[in-house]
Each structure stands twice: as structure tokens, then as C-alpha cells.
Nanobody
Framework: QVQLVESGGGLVQAGGSLRLSCAAS????????MGWFRQAPGKEREFVAG????????YYADSVKGRFTISRDNAKNTVYLQMNTLKPEDTAVYYC?????????????????WGQGTQVTVSS
């Protein structure tokens, strides 16, 4: 069982930055690929970024490529999402998720564990 706790959300002006963190329980964190998803009001949850268990490979949605960076520190059981040049359309609840395989997936059904979410609001 893996428990995930996100932090770092908040209110920021367009063009600003935020860094989200997701702390995981358990002793085999490096065995899990991690992903960040988001859900805006009235919309379906969508993939944002993913990272392999080792951290060697990352993958991004086109909408955030070049602005967001996913990283992980396996010694600290933590995954991060650095978000720069934020836009109002980035406003959403952001979730981190763990997948019981080392490879990235972009579909939420392929993830086994989820955090409670953290709100990110970008004002124009």
C-alpha cells in the first residue's frame, strides 16, 4: 500500500511559478512510476507529466511541455512538479499518482494509488 500526500498548491498570478510536492509512504518508492494529473471544474481528469521509477525518463502533455518539469528524489520518497509561466488555463486540482510498474502511463486507470489533490489557481 502506498499513501500519497500532495502539497504546494495555491493562488498565483499568470506568469508566476509554483512547485508541487508529493510525499509517498513505503520502502519501494523507486519501483513505482509516478504521474501528475489535473482536473479543472467541469472537465475530465487529464495527464500532465510522468516519470519512470528511476527518474531517467519523463513525459509531458503538450499543453505543459517546456513550462513544467517533473522530478523525483527516491531517497526522500518524493516527486515534484515545477510549474513555470503559469496560465489561467492551468487552474485545476492537481493529483499525484503512483503506478505499480516502473514505466510511465498517460491513462489514469493505469495508476494504482492517488493523493487527495491540491488546488492550483492562476489569476489573469
Amino acid at each position: 500500500q502506498v499513501q500519497l500526500v500532495e502539497s504546494g498548491g495555491g493562488l498565483v498570478q499568470a506568469g508566476g511559478s509554483l512547485r508541487l510536492s508529493c510525499a509517498a509512504s513505503g520502502r519501494t518508492f523507486s519501483s513505482y512510476a509516478m504521474g501528475w494529473f489535473r482536473q479543472a471544474p467541469g472537465k475530465e481528469r487529464e495527464f500532465v507529466a510522468g516519470i519512470t521509477g528511476s527518474g531517467g525518463i519523463t513525459y509531458y502533455a503538450d499543453s505543459v511541455k517546456g513550462r513544467f518539469t517533473i522530478s523525483r528524489d527516491n531517497a526522500k520518497n518524493t516527486v515534484y512538479l515545477q510549474m513555470n509561466t503559469l496560465k489561467p488555463e492551468d487552474t485545476a486540482v492537481y493529483y499525484c499518482a503512483a503506478r505499480s510498474q516502473r514505466t510511465i502511463a498517460t491513462i489514469d486507470n493505469y495508476y494504482n494509488y492517488w493523493g487527495q489533490g491540491t488546488q492550483v489557481t492562476v489569476s489573469s
